[in-house]
């Protein structure tokens, strides 16, 4: 099975993280975006270095799936660690365990320590656990991958406090511009939910008051829904499994054919076929199908469920990213949830970083309601919006910067001109990023132009020195192109190729260096 060109790429950094000591290391990628393969090729080439290598996941779904990906990917079959069933004894050198069998201390003393080489933890988000550490800290001396879909701030932080470093990271916009996975549009239905008497359970919104919360709006729900879904394959998530079984009585009476499953289902399997085989069109679950079930068709995602989490929430919209034939995009609804609480998940959580600017593609959307709209220009213009606002709050600071008698650039000035929102709002996740910057990274920003007093630590010394790097690679402004040009009144010198600003900069030189008439700093733009 060939694999696709950012497949390759994770593959080879998830290797160049373990030869060069990192143990334990993380892959990101979205939901739909092949995360089971990449881990069959490197547990191919980790047996072809004649390496044992533990498959390790929370649901049996979730073995059975890795299982059938690698024999299906390499042609290499598998033991399994579950129950009654053991891989002691067996001369696979792939093996796919339960944690909830393998935390067994009378389980783990059958096995050496050294037993295993390599360990991949599927769904790595639940790795924090007791029951997965206890293994991972018996099996001390393997290298350890972790593999998830993309985790919110709080999550990759938490993550960090076990995993050492990013191997490899892949964006759902990125994925989506690249055609590896279907583009989202998204519509504010406008019904408002109230949701302000909702409490707090486990670090997100208590499933039963929810259930409360929503119960009265769900003829309403199905109401909205007649107008956008009649012709999608739909698949609504609920909080509780009886508020997912009388949804689906609301939805049938309403004209839908609809289906509920749930984990107590006895027929779970026929009802999923059934609805991939087209004879639902509208399928509810209580969270059953969060992970490890696919229907690439699925062209509409109904979230009832509203969450904090900003994992959850990917998962949940995940199950209609995949690519199918004839489908064109996912439509997301997203109703007005009415909170106190500013936390709450939409659709700006899928493809916005920062907070500000999720915050804003929010309002913006729910300012328009039953306007459909993609996610990614959605993001653009937010993004635009909150660099102009924050650009107006910042001004007197940056104009100060700009007159600054130094030669180095500081690094905010910097951020917003090239309107990098991942360097202004960056937060160090792994130890090492949280360490001072070293006098190598110090020495190489001022080499770039850079004025380095204000970058506070390694990861974010990192990040700034593989931006200049790319941009170098790219044909980009540089810092010191950037903080001349910008000191004169020009905007945005960020975004400017190096020959355009080189090209300003010669002829301010030939005239005396002195802006030539017919040029308005304020208007002009780097290609004219």
Partial sequence: MQLRPYQEEAKASIFKEWGKGVKKTLLVLPTGCGKTIVFAKVTEECVRQGKKVLIMAHRG???????????????????????????????????????????????????????????????????????????????S?????????????????????????????????????????????????????????????????????????????????????????????????????????KFVEILNRAGFKAAEVNGSSVDRAQVLQDYEDNKYNVLCNSMLLTEGWDCPDVNCVIVLRPTKVRGLYCQMVGRGTRLAEG?????????????????LCHPASLICENEEVAKKMTENMESNPGCIMDIEDAAQTAAEDVVLQREESLAKELEAMKKRKRRLVDPLQFELSIQAEDLSNYVPSFGWEMAPASDKQIKALEKFGIFPDQIDNAGKADLLLDRLHKRQEEGLSTPKQIRFLESRGFQHVGTWTFDSATKLINRIAANGWKIPSGINPAEYKGDE
């Fill in 141 to 245: 001396s393997a290298d350890v991958l972790g593999v998830t879909a993309t985790p919110d701030r709080g999550d990759m932080r938490n993550l960090g406090q076990y995993f050492e470093s990013l191997a490899f990271e892949y964006t759902l916009p990125k994925a989506i511009r690249e055609g590896y996975l279907s583009p989202i549009k998204a519509m504010t239905i406008p019904l408002s939910i109230d949701l302000s008497s909702v409490s707090m359970q486990s670090g997100d919104f208590k499933a039963s008051d929810i259930d409360s919360a929503l119960d009265p709006y769900l003829q309403s729900i199905a109401e909205e829904m007649k107008k956008y879904c009649l012709d999608k394959k739909t698949v609504v998530f609920l909080p509780l499994v009886k508020t997912s079984q």
């Fill in 327 to 343: 489908k064109t995009e996912l439509l997301l609804l997203d109703f007005l949830w009415h909170t106190e609480r500013h936390e």
């Fill in 61 to 139: 779904e979730l073995l059975e799936q890795a299982s059938d990906k690698i024999e299906k990917a390499t042609g290499l079959g598998c033991a399994l660690e579950k129950a009654q069933s053991t891989c002691l004894g067996s001369w696979f050198r792939i093996v796919v365990g339960s944690v909830q069998t393998l935390q067994n201390v009378n389980r783990l003393k059958k096995f050496p320590t050294n037993y295993f080489d390599t360990i991949i933890i599927d769904e790595a988000h639940h790795c924090l656990s007791d029951s997965y550490q206890r293994v991972l800290n018996y099996f």
